[in-house]
Each structure stands twice: as C-alpha cells, then as structure tokens.
C-alpha cells in the first residue's frame, strides 16, 4: 500500500515552467531540487514529460549524472520535456538518504506535481542504477506510459517485493558492468517472466564511459515505436 505524502515545506509548489529551469519544488522530507528541460527550439514537442532518476547519492549520485543527462538529452531530442530531480539529502534537497523508502516519496511528489502542472501531457518514467530501483518500486503506483531502467541493480538491492511493470518497459545493462552484476539482472528477468524489452550493451561498463553515445542511440531507437503524436 502506497504511503500517503506529507509535504514538509510550508512553500506553494512552483508552477511548470515555460521554459528550461531549475526550480525548488516543496518535498515530504524539505524542498527538492530540479531541474526541467524543454527541447530544444527545433525539436517538434511532444505532449509527453519525462521523469529521471539519479543514482546512489551515498556513492555520488546526482541528477547531474552523465547517464542521467545522456538519458534526459536522448529524449529532448526525440521531443519530450524532461525532469530531474535530487532525492533528498542530495546536494540542495533537504532531508537525509532513506534506502529508498523516503526516495520513493520523493518520486510520487514530483510526479504528482508534473501530473497537477501538466495534466494533457503523458508521463514517462526512467532511472540508472539506485534511481532505476525507485523508478520500478513506483512504476506500478505511478503508471506511467513507458518505464526506462538502465542496470537496475538487482542483486544490491531487494527486488523481491517489487510487483513487476504492467506498461511498455525497457532495460538496458552493460555487460561489463562492475557495480550491478549483468547475470543477476539476466537471472531476475528470466526468473519473475519480466515482460520487458532487454538491450545488452557489449563491452560496456556501469557508467557507460566511451559508450554514452551508443547509449544514446539504444534508448532512441528503442522508444521511438512508444512515443505519441506531436502537438499540432
């Protein structure tokens, strides 16, 4: 059952802004930090919002990530708006880590205020490592119309409790990966049926260096066949 969210912050949660910003959104632990994306003037928009979700804050993790950007990046260029965000405890989000639990709040916030703020455009949903975690924990609660996870990282953390996505999902994991062990995302895949489409990145470590751009290529090819129509 999904934990109601108090908002700590007495502030008014700010309004969506027109164009790329950073903003301070009021949080169930304090303010979060984050940072909205529009794309870029040449790019035809789509009615469709993005949610990205850092990695581990406790090993550096932030929503400056350059996974976490190449991700955002990927999708402005196929027209969505994105949004990032720092969970909280994290740079200039207020609170302390909370494994997860408190993370996931923080998740539901700032979904519910682009769901309030935005309410004709589509949501969708993505995290790299720890943020790939809490995407999945929420995806359900959330529904979002397409969930992205790169190197969920099974086997770090408890994934028995987590109900398996019912919308279009894709999993992207490295094969050289030395944080997020690939045959134990390979093995939960196969082991829960998963209904999810895998990309497997040869020669390809957790962070994706020299294979961003690869990266890149994967997540636009893959969810190109998902997105909706332009406005207009």
């Known amino acids: 059952m999904a934990r109601p969210v108090h908002y700590h912050s007495p502030m008014a949660a700010p309004a969506f802004p027109s164009e790329s910003a950073s903003l301070t959104l009021p949080g169930p632990a304090g303010a979060l930090e984050v940072a909205v994306d529009w794309p870029d003037a040449d790019v035809a928009r789509l009615p469709l919002v993005a949610i990205i979700c850092h990695p581990l804050p406790t090993e550096g993790g932030t929503m400056h990530n350059k996974v976490v950007t190449m991700v955002a990046r990927s999708l402005r260029e196929l027209g969505l708006t994105t949004v990032r965000f720092n969970f909280r405890g994290t740079e200039n989000s207020e609170g302390s880590f909370d494994q997860g639990q408190g993370e996931a709040d923080d998740l539901r916030t700032v979904a519910a205020w682009v769901r309030e703020q935005?309410?004709?455009?589509?949501?969708?949903?993505?995290?790299?490592?720890?943020?790939?975690?809490?995407?999945?924990?929420?995806?359900?609660?959330?529904?979002?119309?397409?969930?992205?996870?790169?190197?969920?990282?099974?086997?770090?953390?408890?994934?028995?409790?987590?109900?398996?996505?019912?919308?279009?999902?894709?999993?992207?994991?490295?094969?050289?990966?030395?944080?997020?062990?690939?045959?134990?995302?390979?093995?939960?895949?196969?082991?829960?049926?998963?209904?999810?489409?895998?990309?497997?990145?040869?020669?390809?470590?957790?962070?994706?260096?020299?294979?961003?751009?690869?990266?890149?290529?994967?997540?636009?090819?893959?969810?190109?066949?998902?997105?909706?129509?332009?406005?207009?």
């Open 118 to 232: 935005r309410p004709d455009d589509a949501l969708w949903l993505a995290g790299f490592s720890f943020g790939a975690y809490v995407a999945l924990r929420m995806a359900n609660a959330l529904q979002p119309g397409m969930l992205i996870t790169i190197a969920p990282p099974a086997g770090r953390w408890d994934f028995a409790d987590i109900a398996l996505p019912t919308m279009p999902w894709l999993v992207i994991q490295g094969e050289e990966d030395e944080i997020v062990d690939p045959q134990a995302v390979y093995d939960w895949l196969a082991r829960t049926k998963a209904d999810a489409e895998l990309v497997r990145m040869p020669d390809t470590g957790h962070f994706f260096h020299r294979k961003l751009i690869d990266l890149r290529g994967v997540i636009k090819n893959s969810v190109r066949s998902h997105l909706p129509a332009a406005d207009g």
